[in-house]
Protein backbone atom coordinates (compact mmCIF):
# COMPACT_ATOMS: atom_id res chain seq x y z
CA UNK A 1 0.00 0.00 0.00
CA UNK A 2 1.66 3.97 -0.68
CA UNK A 3 1.61 6.32 2.33
CA UNK A 4 2.38 9.49 -0.18
CA UNK A 5 5.62 9.27 -1.64
CA UNK A 6 6.96 5.85 -0.21
CA UNK A 7 5.22 2.28 0.29
CA UNK A 8 4.55 0.42 3.64
CA UNK A 9 6.35 -2.99 3.30
CA UNK A 10 4.75 -5.09 5.38
CA UNK A 11 7.14 -7.79 6.96
CA UNK A 12 5.82 -11.34 7.81
CA UNK A 13 6.78 -12.67 10.89
CA UNK A 14 8.02 -16.99 10.63
CA UNK A 15 7.05 -17.74 13.91
CA UNK A 16 3.58 -15.63 13.28
CA UNK A 17 3.09 -17.97 9.87
CA UNK A 18 3.72 -21.01 11.95
CA UNK A 19 1.12 -20.17 14.28
CA UNK A 20 -1.49 -19.74 12.07
CA UNK A 21 -0.34 -23.17 9.66
CA UNK A 22 -0.41 -25.16 12.54
CA UNK A 23 -3.86 -23.91 13.87
CA UNK A 24 -5.77 -24.88 10.69
CA UNK A 25 -9.06 -25.18 12.29
CA UNK A 26 -9.22 -21.34 14.02
CA UNK A 27 -8.14 -19.66 10.46
CA UNK A 28 -10.45 -20.29 7.74
CA UNK A 29 -9.73 -20.12 4.02
CA UNK A 30 -11.91 -17.27 2.02
CA UNK A 31 -14.27 -18.67 -0.49
CA UNK A 32 -16.29 -17.97 -3.43
CA UNK A 33 -18.34 -20.86 -4.97
CA UNK A 34 -17.67 -20.15 -8.19
CA UNK A 35 -14.06 -20.41 -7.40
CA UNK A 36 -14.68 -23.68 -6.28
CA UNK A 37 -14.03 -25.50 -10.05
CA UNK A 38 -10.53 -23.83 -9.26
CA UNK A 39 -9.21 -24.01 -5.67
CA UNK A 40 -10.36 -27.49 -5.20
CA UNK A 41 -8.40 -30.44 -3.82
CA UNK A 42 -6.06 -29.84 -0.98
CA UNK A 43 -6.66 -25.67 -1.83
CA UNK A 44 -9.85 -25.65 -1.08
CA UNK A 45 -10.35 -28.74 2.06
CA UNK A 46 -10.37 -27.42 5.73
CA UNK A 47 -10.02 -29.30 9.19
CA UNK A 48 -9.49 -32.77 9.37
CA UNK A 49 -10.50 -33.39 5.48
CA UNK A 50 -7.36 -31.39 4.62
CA UNK A 51 -5.21 -33.06 7.38
CA UNK A 52 -6.04 -36.41 5.64
CA UNK A 53 -5.35 -35.36 2.40
CA UNK A 54 -2.36 -33.66 3.12
CA UNK A 55 -1.00 -36.79 4.64
CA UNK A 56 -1.43 -38.70 1.80
CA UNK A 57 -0.17 -36.43 -0.41
CA UNK A 58 3.16 -35.59 1.69
CA UNK A 59 5.21 -38.33 1.04
CA UNK A 60 5.11 -37.79 -2.72
CA UNK A 61 7.21 -34.78 -2.33
CA UNK A 62 9.56 -36.52 -0.60
CA UNK A 63 12.91 -35.61 -1.19
CA UNK A 64 14.26 -38.82 -2.07
CA UNK A 65 11.01 -38.90 -4.44
CA UNK A 66 11.48 -36.00 -6.16
CA UNK A 67 15.22 -36.63 -7.16
CA UNK A 68 13.71 -39.60 -9.55
CA UNK A 69 11.87 -36.69 -11.22
CA UNK A 70 15.15 -34.64 -12.29
CA UNK A 71 15.67 -36.45 -15.61
CA UNK A 72 12.43 -35.55 -16.42
CA UNK A 73 12.59 -31.90 -15.78
CA UNK A 74 15.86 -31.92 -17.93
CA UNK A 75 14.23 -33.24 -20.69
CA UNK A 76 11.78 -30.72 -20.70
CA UNK A 77 14.40 -27.83 -20.72
CA UNK A 78 16.42 -29.67 -23.58
CA UNK A 79 13.76 -29.65 -25.51
CA UNK A 80 13.36 -25.87 -25.09
CA UNK A 81 17.12 -25.07 -25.38
CA UNK A 82 16.91 -26.85 -28.54
CA UNK A 83 14.03 -24.78 -29.76
CA UNK A 84 15.69 -21.25 -29.02
CA UNK A 85 19.43 -22.56 -30.56
CA UNK A 86 17.04 -23.30 -33.93
CA UNK A 87 16.03 -19.54 -33.68
CA UNK A 88 19.06 -17.85 -32.96
CA UNK A 89 20.95 -19.78 -35.73
CA UNK A 90 19.30 -18.64 -38.39
CA UNK A 91 20.91 -15.18 -38.45
CA UNK A 92 24.51 -15.17 -36.82
CA UNK A 93 23.58 -11.54 -35.46
CA UNK A 94 21.83 -11.03 -32.24
CA UNK A 95 18.34 -11.22 -32.24
CA UNK A 96 15.32 -10.80 -30.12
CA UNK A 97 13.47 -13.84 -28.80
CA UNK A 98 10.29 -13.71 -26.81
CA UNK A 99 10.38 -16.64 -23.96
CA UNK A 100 7.39 -16.02 -22.26
CA UNK A 101 5.35 -18.68 -24.66
CA UNK A 102 8.66 -21.06 -24.23
CA UNK A 103 8.67 -20.57 -20.54
CA UNK A 104 4.72 -21.24 -20.16
CA UNK A 105 5.19 -24.34 -22.77
CA UNK A 106 8.33 -25.34 -20.39
CA UNK A 107 6.42 -25.16 -17.15
CA UNK A 108 3.52 -26.79 -18.89
CA UNK A 109 5.42 -29.99 -20.06
CA UNK A 110 7.59 -30.28 -16.53
CA UNK A 111 4.19 -30.02 -14.76
CA UNK A 112 2.95 -33.24 -17.51
CA UNK A 113 5.69 -35.04 -17.09
CA UNK A 114 6.51 -35.09 -13.56
CA UNK A 115 2.70 -35.30 -12.91
CA UNK A 116 1.68 -37.38 -14.92
CA UNK A 117 4.32 -39.04 -17.20
CA UNK A 118 3.57 -37.06 -20.16
CA UNK A 119 4.58 -34.64 -22.56
CA UNK A 120 3.07 -31.09 -22.59
CA UNK A 121 1.30 -32.28 -26.36
CA UNK A 122 -0.25 -35.31 -24.69
CA UNK A 123 -1.27 -32.55 -21.64
CA UNK A 124 -2.14 -29.20 -24.15
CA UNK A 125 -5.89 -29.97 -24.06
CA UNK A 126 -6.17 -30.47 -20.44
CA UNK A 127 -4.06 -27.34 -19.78
CA UNK A 128 -6.25 -25.30 -22.57
CA UNK A 129 -9.27 -26.29 -21.18
CA UNK A 130 -8.16 -25.25 -17.68
CA UNK A 131 -6.65 -21.45 -19.43
CA UNK A 132 -10.45 -21.39 -20.67
CA UNK A 133 -12.37 -22.58 -17.08
CA UNK A 134 -9.96 -19.48 -15.40
CA UNK A 135 -10.73 -16.82 -17.80
CA UNK A 136 -14.40 -17.84 -17.91
CA UNK A 137 -14.74 -17.92 -14.30
CA UNK A 138 -13.50 -14.29 -13.20
CA UNK A 139 -15.72 -13.27 -16.30
CA UNK A 140 -18.86 -14.54 -14.32
CA UNK A 141 -17.35 -13.52 -10.69
CA UNK A 142 -17.29 -10.32 -11.95
CA UNK A 143 -20.65 -10.15 -14.00
CA UNK A 144 -22.04 -11.24 -10.70
CA UNK A 145 -20.96 -8.49 -8.82
CA UNK A 146 -23.18 -6.37 -10.92
CA UNK A 147 -26.13 -9.23 -11.55
CA UNK A 148 -26.89 -10.88 -8.42
CA UNK A 149 -27.52 -14.74 -9.40
CA UNK A 150 -25.77 -14.46 -12.39
CA UNK A 151 -23.77 -18.10 -12.29
CA UNK A 152 -27.18 -19.93 -11.77
CA UNK A 153 -28.39 -18.44 -15.55
CA UNK A 154 -28.65 -20.69 -17.94
CA UNK A 155 -26.75 -18.58 -20.44
CA UNK A 156 -23.55 -20.19 -22.67
CA UNK A 157 -20.56 -18.92 -20.14
CA UNK A 158 -22.04 -21.20 -17.37
CA UNK A 159 -23.25 -24.16 -19.33
CA UNK A 160 -19.54 -23.75 -21.30
CA UNK A 161 -17.94 -23.76 -17.45
CA UNK A 162 -20.21 -26.99 -16.69
CA UNK A 163 -18.78 -28.41 -19.95
CA UNK A 164 -15.17 -27.54 -19.34
CA UNK A 165 -15.21 -29.01 -16.01
CA UNK A 166 -16.82 -32.35 -17.00
CA UNK A 167 -14.83 -32.86 -19.56
CA UNK A 168 -11.67 -32.22 -17.31
CA UNK A 169 -12.56 -34.53 -14.49
CA UNK A 170 -13.26 -37.06 -17.47
CA UNK A 171 -9.62 -36.89 -19.01
CA UNK A 172 -8.24 -37.23 -15.44
CA UNK A 173 -10.61 -40.42 -14.49
CA UNK A 174 -9.43 -41.98 -17.61
CA UNK A 175 -6.58 -41.16 -16.67
CA UNK A 176 -6.41 -42.70 -13.21
CA UNK A 177 -8.34 -45.68 -14.08
CA UNK A 178 -5.33 -46.51 -16.54
CA UNK A 179 -2.65 -45.69 -14.13
CA UNK A 180 -5.21 -48.02 -10.82
CA UNK A 181 -5.38 -50.68 -13.73
CA UNK A 182 -1.68 -50.57 -14.63
CA UNK A 183 -0.62 -50.91 -10.97
CA UNK A 184 -2.94 -53.86 -9.79
CA UNK A 185 -1.23 -55.76 -13.24
CA UNK A 186 1.87 -55.00 -11.36
CA UNK A 187 3.33 -53.38 -14.01
CA UNK A 188 6.30 -51.01 -13.30
CA UNK A 189 5.51 -47.32 -11.88
CA UNK A 190 6.53 -44.37 -13.56
CA UNK A 191 7.08 -42.08 -10.36
CA UNK A 192 5.68 -39.52 -11.12
CA UNK A 193 3.20 -37.47 -8.72
CA UNK A 194 0.47 -39.64 -9.75
CA UNK A 195 1.67 -42.93 -9.17
CA UNK A 196 3.19 -41.57 -6.19
CA UNK A 197 -0.15 -40.44 -4.75
CA UNK A 198 -2.26 -43.36 -5.33
CA UNK A 199 0.33 -45.76 -3.81
CA UNK A 200 0.48 -43.30 -0.89
CA UNK A 201 -2.96 -43.62 -0.97
CA UNK A 202 -3.00 -47.21 -1.29
CA UNK A 203 -0.93 -47.15 1.42
CA UNK A 204 -3.17 -45.46 3.53
CA UNK A 205 -5.92 -47.67 3.32
CA UNK A 206 -3.98 -50.87 3.81
CA UNK A 207 -2.63 -49.43 6.96
CA UNK A 208 -6.16 -49.28 8.03
CA UNK A 209 -7.38 -52.40 7.67
CA UNK A 210 -8.34 -51.80 3.82
CA UNK A 211 -11.08 -49.09 5.23
CA UNK A 212 -11.80 -47.33 1.90
CA UNK A 213 -13.54 -44.40 4.32
CA UNK A 214 -9.60 -43.20 5.41
CA UNK A 215 -8.28 -42.97 2.12
CA UNK A 216 -9.29 -40.71 -1.00
CA UNK A 217 -12.01 -41.01 -3.42
CA UNK A 218 -11.66 -40.82 -6.92
CA UNK A 219 -13.09 -37.33 -6.95
CA UNK A 220 -10.99 -36.49 -4.75
CA UNK A 221 -7.64 -38.06 -6.56
CA UNK A 222 -9.30 -36.03 -9.54
CA UNK A 223 -9.37 -32.75 -7.57
CA UNK A 224 -6.02 -33.48 -6.10
CA UNK A 225 -4.61 -33.93 -9.71
CA UNK A 226 -6.18 -30.97 -11.18
CA UNK A 227 -4.64 -28.71 -8.91
CA UNK A 228 -1.35 -30.28 -9.54
CA UNK A 229 -2.23 -28.75 -13.39
CA UNK A 230 -3.50 -25.24 -11.73
CA UNK A 231 -1.47 -24.26 -9.62
CA UNK A 232 2.06 -24.72 -10.63
CA UNK A 233 1.69 -23.81 -14.24
CA UNK A 234 1.29 -19.84 -14.51
CA UNK A 235 3.19 -19.27 -11.25
CA UNK A 236 6.51 -21.10 -12.15
CA UNK A 237 6.57 -19.31 -15.45
CA UNK A 238 6.28 -16.40 -14.20
CA UNK A 239 8.74 -16.66 -11.95
CA UNK A 240 11.24 -18.16 -14.43
CA UNK A 241 10.88 -15.11 -16.74
CA UNK A 242 11.43 -12.44 -14.11
CA UNK A 243 14.99 -14.61 -12.96
CA UNK A 244 16.27 -13.80 -16.64
CA UNK A 245 14.96 -10.34 -16.13
CA UNK A 246 17.04 -9.59 -13.25
CA UNK A 247 19.95 -12.06 -14.53
CA UNK A 248 19.70 -9.52 -17.69
CA UNK A 249 19.95 -6.68 -16.01
CA UNK A 250 23.16 -8.06 -13.31
CA UNK A 251 25.36 -9.97 -16.18
CA UNK A 252 27.82 -10.19 -13.59
CA UNK A 253 25.53 -12.66 -11.49
CA UNK A 254 24.52 -13.76 -14.86
CA UNK A 255 28.56 -14.62 -15.62
CA UNK A 256 28.94 -15.91 -12.01
CA UNK A 257 26.27 -19.10 -12.42
CA UNK A 258 27.06 -19.46 -15.66
CA UNK A 259 30.50 -19.91 -14.36
CA UNK A 260 29.46 -22.22 -11.46
CA UNK A 261 27.41 -24.40 -13.54
CA UNK A 262 30.26 -25.15 -16.29
CA UNK A 263 32.59 -26.05 -12.99
CA UNK A 264 30.34 -29.02 -11.55
CA UNK A 265 28.31 -30.13 -14.36
CA UNK A 266 30.58 -29.53 -17.55
CA UNK A 267 29.03 -31.60 -20.31
CA UNK A 268 27.17 -34.17 -18.11
CA UNK A 269 23.51 -33.83 -17.40
CA UNK A 270 22.19 -32.50 -14.34
CA UNK A 271 21.91 -35.29 -11.09
CA UNK A 272 21.00 -34.38 -7.66
CA UNK A 273 24.23 -34.35 -6.15
CA UNK A 274 26.04 -31.74 -8.90
CA UNK A 275 22.69 -29.97 -7.97
CA UNK A 276 23.97 -29.66 -4.24
CA UNK A 277 27.04 -28.29 -5.05
CA UNK A 278 25.50 -25.02 -6.65
CA UNK A 279 25.58 -22.04 -4.36
CA UNK A 280 24.75 -19.50 -6.70
CA UNK A 281 22.21 -21.28 -8.71
CA UNK A 282 20.08 -22.17 -6.23
CA UNK A 283 16.22 -21.65 -5.39
CA UNK A 284 16.92 -19.57 -2.49
CA UNK A 285 19.64 -17.72 -3.89
CA UNK A 286 17.05 -16.57 -6.88
CA UNK A 287 14.45 -15.66 -4.40
CA UNK A 288 16.78 -13.83 -2.30
CA UNK A 289 18.46 -11.84 -5.27
CA UNK A 290 14.68 -11.46 -6.47
CA UNK A 291 13.28 -9.47 -3.15
CA UNK A 292 16.80 -7.75 -3.11
CA UNK A 293 16.89 -6.22 -6.00
CA UNK A 294 12.85 -5.93 -5.83
CA UNK A 295 12.94 -4.18 -2.99
CA UNK A 296 15.18 -1.49 -4.16
CA UNK A 297 12.71 -0.20 -6.72
CA UNK A 298 10.54 0.71 -3.46
CA UNK A 299 13.21 3.23 -2.00
Known amino acids: MWIGSKPRVNIMNPDQIRDIFMKINEYQKPSHPQLKLLTCGLASH ?8 RKIINPAFHQEKLKLMIPALYESCSEMINKWEKVVSVDERPCELDVWPYLQSLSCDAISRTSFGSNYKE ?5 DLIKEQTDLTF ?12 RFLPIQSNRRLNAIDNEIKSSLKALINKREKAMSAGEDTKNDLLDLLLESNLSEIQAHG ?9 DDVVDEC ?3 YFAGQETTSVLLTWTMILLAQYPDWQERAREEVVQVFGNKKPDFDGLNHLKVVSISMCLQLNSSISLSYYF
Open 210 to 218: NTKSVGMRS
Open 46 to 53: EGEKWAKH
Open 123 to 127: GKRIF
Open 226 to 228: KIF
Open 139 to 150: HVIVRAIIIPGY
